[in-house]
């Protein structure tokens, strides 16, 4: 019999799976290696085929995603043997490259079991765990064109290479204490320091207070005692960042549950191969120093992932901060002398190894919502996994996605891969990062760009690179409506080709009138769409400072309720925060139109009513206001405030101002934060049950696409989904990559697609 699989079966531990399988069987023949994916031929019993074949599907290896299987019946060859040949070479070259994955359970026993040739070596892995992205240089994927090239292996981790029945048989990052990368501590200066165990040295200089630079896996974390305020407080200081949550490193589950409430889903999301942060409630109760995430309820949890965690953590106890090795804002140091360099005003030492990292990765973040994972990040254990879509493009597609919480896409063929986080497009250095990261999947993926696609926005610095490409290989621009772009990401995702009622609530990107749009309502399919509502405009004054300090958002939406007038009440919730010269200078920006663009935005309207409540008047990360606003919102059922929907020729506009009105209102009343807050919620997601309920009796469509970072919002995706299932929709959100702007990449690669199969 013969037998195809296509997927990620390569550099997965497939072989020797099949190898071991086979001979479990008494099976004879051979695997290989296409460029395909594996290749297999068996004779034996009737019986034993069958539980074979059975066996691949439900015993394969943890790493290893099989798409699709084919076999056939074929005249006896006569194998005397079952063994594993070498790789044929055809023209294809194309094969998805393994995630880094968290350590295994196996090595796990034998990184502390005092017998093991391995006991306490950093750097253990096999075919089923360990680095695999983030060190391969080129392909195809084999020892010597990763960074472990310059590890040449002792006897005994080549005989394991070699032996097809041993657990590291071709796995490329083999290594042990003899052979392998080694760990060294160094001070500030780059001076080593002497000691016999760099890692329990570590550990004793964090519990004395001190922050480390650790290497990882896709680069630098800064560590320290998270248990320790003064010591987390340093940590801001000299990172220069304020109040943006830190995520936290905890030995193990049972810890987790000392700090945080978890739920079943939530520990299997902490516990998978991924290793993913994860956002956790923490319990009132036992909760660590506010400083690590102020106002906020949510805690960033992750368990370790490479040996050198497990190692550290077991030994502190603690759990520790372990937050991106970076100043402010720029990505993450990977390098070892830019670390050393561009992090020596913030760690007192340096934990370092000499194993390069390839290419930066950040950790990824997602939580659970309704039982469903959600990502805010997708990068270190997803990327760069390719996303199987329902459509497939002739020409190679390459989307250069959006100004914030960037990442590109490649499209090819059915595959689009999405790339690991690049980040914000606010330095020199995330750029050069994303050119950077473009070259490298080009190659890595094997696929030549035929097609450009980007934002419609044409100030945007992913605007201007794609522009430069598209010029440099003389190739197809094609400009894509950043929120048709969040809509076609879910459309892909799901695999629906039909028109759906998409309704795209975030920050900002640019409409096709030329206004900021953020609160739409979208009849669309991939390749086009049709804005029917969205909420009401108002003017954004001095622009981009109108983002960092929502309280211009304020004064906007009360200009409008009071004219001018609305700086005096401004002036009474303001009072304290803004000087009164500066909120009439904002007022004359608005009344004669001066840098005030206008905006549908949902999320000026969080911030509106954040600094109307007093919560949050300047922001010092993306998307702090809503996310202290949904903090002080409960869990339960409240009425919504009062709000308008205006037709006009079948278009729909939502005014929101008695929203702004009614709060007012009952902040005379005394009414509590908590009530309002909660009530608010409960308003946008009426908004969007309404108007859907609108835009179906028009179109008859039935299907509702959520997304944008409206929708990383715990509550108004309860609500929403509730509310909108409650009516009869069909509600699809995002799951393999994050509703925020890191997921538009994908919807950009989607929309162009469909357009450029219209051109043929
Ligand atoms: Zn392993
Ligand atoms: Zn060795």
């Known amino acids: 019999m013969h037998i195809s699989i296509k997927g990620i079966v390569q550099g997965v531990g497939f072989r020797p799976f099949i190898y071991n399988l086979a001979r479990c069987y008494s099976l004879s023949g051979y695997v290989l290696n296409n460029t395909k994916g594996v290749d297999i031929e068996v004779e034996g019993k009737k019986e034993n085929v069958r539980l074979f074949l059975q066996d691949i599907e439900l015993k394969s290896p943890p790493l290893s995603v099989i798409e699709e299987i084919k076999w056939e019946e074929l005249s006896l060859r006569g194998y005397k043997n ?6 044929k070479k055809e023209k294809e070259r194309f094969l998805p490259i393994s995630p880094d994955i968290s350590i295994c359970n196996d090595c796990l026993r034998e990184l502390f079991d005092p017998s093991n040739r391995r006991y306490r070596y950093p750097f253990i892995n096999c075919t089923n765990c360990g680095p695999r992205f983030t060190i391969v240089k080129d ?17 005994e981790c080549e005989r394991e290479y070699n032996d097809p029945s041993n657990r590291r048989f071709h796995a490329q990052p083999n290594a042990c204490w003899k052979c392998g990368p080694q760990v060294r501590l160094l001070d ?11 890692i329990l040295t570590a550990a004793s200089l964090i519990k004395e207070g001190k922050i480390l630079a650790v290497k990882g896996i896709g680069g630098y974390h800064l560590a320290c005692d998270a248990t320790d305020p003064e010591v987390v407080e340093k940590l801001r200081r000299r990172k220069n960042r304020i109040d943006k949550p830190f995520a936290v490193m905890m030995l193990d589950i049972n810890q987790v549950k000392k700090f945080c409430e978890v739920t079943p889903e939530e520990e ?48 502190v106890k603690i759990p520790l901060v372990m937050t991106s090795g970076n100043i402010s804002e720029e990505p993450i ?98 750029l050069s990062s994303l050119e950077e990261g473009i070259e490298h999947y080009k190659k890595i993926f094997y696929c030549m760009p035929e097609v450009v696609a980007c934002d419609l926005h044409p100030n945007y610095t992913s ?40 309704v795209a609530f975030d920050g900002s990107g640019l409409g096709d009138d030329g206004s900021i749009w953020g609160g739409e309502f979208l009849v669309a399919d991939m390749k086009e769409f049709k ?4 909420l009401r405009y108002i003017p954004l004054p001095g622009g981009e400072a109108a983002i960092k300090e929502p309280w211009r958002m304020a004064l906007s939406f009360l200009y409008q309720i009071y004219g001018k007038e609305g700086k005096k009440v401004a002036c009474q919730i303001l009072s304290d925060v803004v000087k009164f010269e500066k909120i009439e200078a904002v007022q004359k920006l608005i009344e004669k139109n001066i840098s005030s663009p206008l905006t549908s935005s949902a999320g000026r309207l969080f911030d509106a009513v954040s600094s109307i409540l007093g919560i949050r008047h300047r922001i010092n990360y993306e998307g702090q206001a809503a996310c202290e606003l949904e903090t002080l919102a409960e869990e339960k ?3 919504s405030y009062p709000f308008r929907i205006i037709e006009k020729k079948g278009r729909f506009t939502v005014d929101t101002l008695p929203i702004i009105e009614a709060i007012l209102a009952e902040q005379e009343k005394g009414t509590g934060l908590e009530v309002i807050a909660t009530r608010f919620h409960w308003t946008l997601s009426q908004i969007i049950l309404e108007v859907c309920e609108k835009i179906r009796s028009i179109f008859s469509l039935n299907k509702v696409a959520l997304s944008g970072g409206v929708f990383q919002n715990t509550l108004i995706v309860r609500q929403v989904r509730h509310l909108l299932t409650s009516s009869g929709f069909e509600v699809l959100l995002n799951s393999s990559v994050p509703p925020n702007d890191g997921g538009i990449s994908l919807g950009q690669v989607a929309v162009a697609c469909q357009r450029v199969t219209d051109r043929l």
């Open 637 to 639: 059922k409240e009425s």
């Open 82 to 87: 079952f063994e594993i040949k070498s790789s």
């Open 139 to 155: 392909i195809p994927y084999d020892r010597k064109r990763t960074t472990m090239s310059s590890f040449k292996m002792c006897e």
């Open 463 to 502: 605007t201007a690179l794609a522009k430069e490409y598209s010029r440099k290989y003389s190739l197809l621009l094609i400009p894509v409506q950043h929120h048709h772009a969040h809509i076609a990401s879910v459309l892909a995702e799901k695999k629906i080709d039909g028109k759906v009622i998409g």
């Open 333 to 430: 140091a990977y390098k070892d002398e830019d670390a050393l360099c561009r992090l020596k005003t913030i760690a007192d030492f340096f934990l370092v190894h000499n194993r390069e990292i390839e290419i930066r990765v950040d950790d990824s973040v997602g939580k659970i919502v309704d039982g469903e994972r959600v990502l805010i990040r997708r990068s270190r254990g997803y990327a760069p996994q390719p996303i199987k879509t329902h459509f497939t493009s002739k020409k190679c597609i390459v989307a250069f996605g959006g100004h914030l919480k960037n990442t590109f896409c490649l499209l090819r063929k059915d595959y689009a891969i999405v790339s690991h986080h690049i980040g914000d497009l606010e330095n020199l250095e995330a």
């Open 188 to 198: 500030r200066e780059g001076k080593e320091i002497k000691t016999s165990d760099p």
């Open 531 to 534: 804005r029917i509502a969205h």
């Open 268 to 315: 299997s999301f902490l516990l998978s191969p991924r290793r993913p942060i994860v956002l956790l409630k923490r319990k009132s109760q036992k909760v660590l120093p506010q400083e690590i995430a102020p106002r906020n309820k949510y805690l960033g949890v992750m368990l370790p992932y490479t040996p050198l965690h497990y190692l550290l953590l077991e030994e």
